[in-house]
T-cell receptor
Framework: DQQVKQNSPSLSVQEGRISILNCDYT??????FLWYKKYPAEGPTFLIS?????DKNEDGRFTVFLNKSAKHLSLHIVPSQPGDSAVYFC???????????FGKGITLSVRP | GAVVSQHPSWVICKSGTSVKIECRSL??????MFWYRQFPKQSLMLMAT?????????EQGVEKDKFLINHASLTLSTLTVTSAHPEDSSFYIC?????????????FGPGTRLTVL
């Protein structure tokens, strides 16, 4: 049973436009959420995170929104750049001493 | 800071042999290290959590006798795939958490591509 779901396997956007990557979760114990960016044959790199006590966190071009009632979060990238093309993983944790549970990832392609 | 390295970056071995993968935290002490595997177009699946000086905790379905994990120091954890078979071919990624920090604050290594012939 997949507790973190990224239902869209891929997304293609034009350079300069907004990229919206979605993530849903089923475990109500999750209270911390992270987004990672991954290039092929490399490990994930941390992008941005959000605690369940917030509904928005912003860092430069990246903003993560959390809707706890819907068990849904999204990553917005504005403006999208070709260098943003990568696989993006959503991950969740049920506390400071809990492991991370990852989604399957979504491949973002930003067209020049 | 917070750099994690893995060695080797890729390895090809014959079926039945054992392969050791090293994970090192280069500039911080890592009480806890994690080992993941990733199949193509799939999620990162946690295999085990290792704490320095103690036995690793394996996730359900992961054979502890097949995937031997040693975390002998605060900067080094090793994963040994014993009697490797083609189905063990995968991308193995380690991560490490700073001592005293939340476990979700993980820094990932670059991964090791294992191909078993």
């Amino acid at each position: 049973d997949q507790q973190v779901k990224q239902n869209s396997p891929s997304l293609s956007v034009q350079e300069g436009r907004i990229s919206i990557l979605n993530c849903d979760y089923t475990n109500s114990m999750f209270d911390y959420f992270l987004w990672y960016k991954k290039y092929p044959a490399e490990g994930p790199t941390f992008l941005i995170s959000i605690s369940s006590i917030k509904d928005k966190n912003e860092d430069g071009r990246f903003t993560v929104f959390l809707n706890k009632s819907a068990k849904h979060l999204s990553l917005h990238i504005v403006p999208s750049q070709p260098g943003d093309s990568a696989v993006y993983f959503c991950a969740a944790s049920a506390g400071a001493n809990s492991k991370l549970t990852f989604g399957k990832g979504i491949t973002l392609s930003v067209r020049p | 800071g917070a750099v994690v390295s893995q060695h080797p970056s890729w390895v090809i071995c014959k079926s039945g042999t054992s392969v050791k993968i090293e994970c090192r935290s280069l500039d911080f002490q890592a009480t806890t290290m994690f080992w993941y595997r990733q199949f193509p177009k799939q999620s990162l699946m946690l295999m085990a959590t290792s704490n320095e000086g103690s036995k690793a905790t394996y996730e359900q379905g992961v054979e502890k006798d097949k995937f031997l994990i040693n975390h002998a120091s605060l900067t080094l954890s090793t994963l040994t795939v014993t009697s490797a078979h083609p189905e063990d071919s995968s991308f193995y990624i380690c991560s490490a958490s700073h001592s005293g920090r939340a476990l979700y604050e993980q820094f990932f290594g670059p991964g090791t591509r294992l191909t078993v012939l």
